[in-house]
């Protein structure tokens, strides 16, 4: 007889979150899960997931409890305290944050899980919104190697990469440089498209030619669109990714690592966020590059 699946509690239900633990559900994972509005837990139960009234309820029976939340402070908010996650999950349960935080929040909560028993990975992934949906994720994990071993089948409902890269907080770090070269990725992308245009140049015809060579990118490949047709609905929005950037300068700091295009980076998507436009997607840097553009 089959093993039935493990139980899981998967805490926030955003634009990443739902397709997640919707594809969970679709593999036959039981999913309970919880976030602050409430027409996204109307989403899971229309897909088979059950709502639950609060993080400690959605993880008192759960055999793996995932967060997947905008924050540091999100994180540690549904961590700690008497109605967190550590106090409520069953000891043993398998705690793995999902989330984009600072290498040393995973570190922390890695610690914090262990004393009350709890194993605990920082699994924090790449490819957006559409990766999500596709289940075409990269998963970068850090903690115990026996730890990713147990988890490792329901991050291949996820995600079609999924890698070990250490102990704990190494998966933060791989996200950290993840988020700096999606970054720079944009803005030479974008800045490519500003010169095509302003030089009369067929713009789709360029990019079919750019992406079929040494230039081509899962950046380019994902939001030609977006900078095509000025869309610049969010998938993963400048604030988020100006949040990321703050992870970066943190992290290079801590290792005694100068990043100058990095500091570059986090200038030009605070600028964007600075503008008006961190709800947008983080294509829009397109923007910033047309402002300063000559006439």
Same mark, same amino acid.
């Given at each position: 007889m089959t093993a039935p699946l493990p139980r899981v509690a998967?805490?926030? #239900?955003?634009?990443?979150?739902? !397709?997640?633990?919707?594809?969970? #559900?679709?593999?036959?994972?039981? /999913?309970?899960?919880?976030?602050?509005?409430q027409h996204?837990?109307?989403?899971?139960?229309?897909?088979?997931?059950?709502?639950a009234g609060s993080a400690a309820e959605a993880a008192r029976h759960a055999d793996v409890v995932v967060t997947m939340?905008? +924050?540091d402070a999100d994180v540690e908010s549904v961590a700690h305290g008497p109605a967190g996650i550590l106090a409520n999950a069953r000891p043993g349960a398998l705690l793995i944050d999902m989330s984009t935080v600072a290498p040393r929040t995973a570190t922390a909560l890695a610690a914090a899980g262990a004393g009350h028993g709890l194993r605990v990975l920082d699994a924090?992934?790449?490819?957006?919104?559409?990766? +999500?949906?596709?289940?075409?994720?990269?998963?970068? *994990?850090?903690? !115990?190697?026996?730890?990713?071993a147990a988890a490792r089948p329901l991050f291949e409902v996820l995600g079609s990469t999924?890698?070990?890269?250490? !102990?704990?907080? *190494?998966? &933060?770090?791989?996200?950290?440089?993840? &988020? #700096?070269?999606? +970054?720079?990725?944009? &803005?030479?992308?974008?800045?490519?498209?500003?010169?095509?245009?302003?030089?009369?140049?067929?713009?789709?015809?360029?990019?079919?030619v750019l992406n079929g060579g040494l230039a081509g990118s899962a950046v380019l490949t994902r939001k030609r669109h977006n900078f095509l047709g000025r869309d610049f609905t969010p998938g993963f929005r400048i604030d988020l990714h100006h949040k990321d950037m703050g992870i970066v300068t943190d992290a290079?700091?801590?290792?005694?690592?100068?990043?100058?295009l990095g500091a570059l980076m986090a200038?030009? /998507?605070?600028?964007?966020?600075?503008?008006?436009?961190?709800?947008?997607?983080?294509? *829009?840097?397109?923007?910033?590059?047309?402002?300063?553009?000559?006439?």
């Amino acid at each position: 007889m089959t093993a039935p699946l493990p139980r899981v509690a998967w805490i926030g #239900l955003g634009v990443m979150g739902s !397709p997640m633990a919707e594809n969970l #559900l679709r593999a036959g994972y039981p /999913v309970t899960g919880y976030t602050l509005e409430q027409h996204k837990l109307d989403r899971l139960s229309t897909h088979g997931g059950v709502p639950a009234g609060s993080a400690a309820e959605a993880a008192r029976h759960a055999d793996v409890v995932v967060t997947m939340l905008p +924050a540091d402070a999100d994180v540690e908010s549904v961590a700690h305290g008497p109605a967190g996650i550590l106090a409520n999950a069953r000891p043993g349960a398998l705690l793995i944050d999902m989330s984009t935080v600072a290498p040393r929040t995973a570190t922390a909560l890695a610690a914090a899980g262990a004393g009350h028993g709890l194993r605990v990975l920082d699994a924090p992934v790449s490819g957006g919104e559409s990766g +999500a949906v596709e289940g075409s994720l990269s998963v970068m *994990a850090g903690g !115990p190697p026996e730890v990713f071993a147990a988890a490792r089948p329901l991050f291949e409902v996820l995600g079609s990469t999924v890698v070990h890269c250490g !102990p704990n907080g *190494a998966g &933060q770090t791989v996200k950290a440089a993840n &988020q #700096l070269i999606v +970054a720079a990725g944009l &803005q030479a992308c974008a800045e490519a498209v500003v010169l095509l245009e302003r030089s009369g140049v067929d713009l789709d015809a360029a990019l079919d030619v750019l992406n079929g060579g040494l230039a081509g990118s899962a950046v380019l490949t994902r939001k030609r669109h977006n900078f095509l047709g000025r869309d610049f609905t969010p998938g993963f929005r400048i604030d988020l990714h100006h949040k990321d950037m703050g992870i970066v300068t943190d992290a290079a700091r801590e290792a005694g690592v100068a990043l100058p295009l990095g500091a570059l980076m986090a200038r030009l /998507v605070a600028e964007a966020r600075d503008r008006g436009d961190g709800g947008l997607d983080h294509s *829009a840097l397109l923007r910033g590059v047309e402002r300063t553009a000559a006439p």
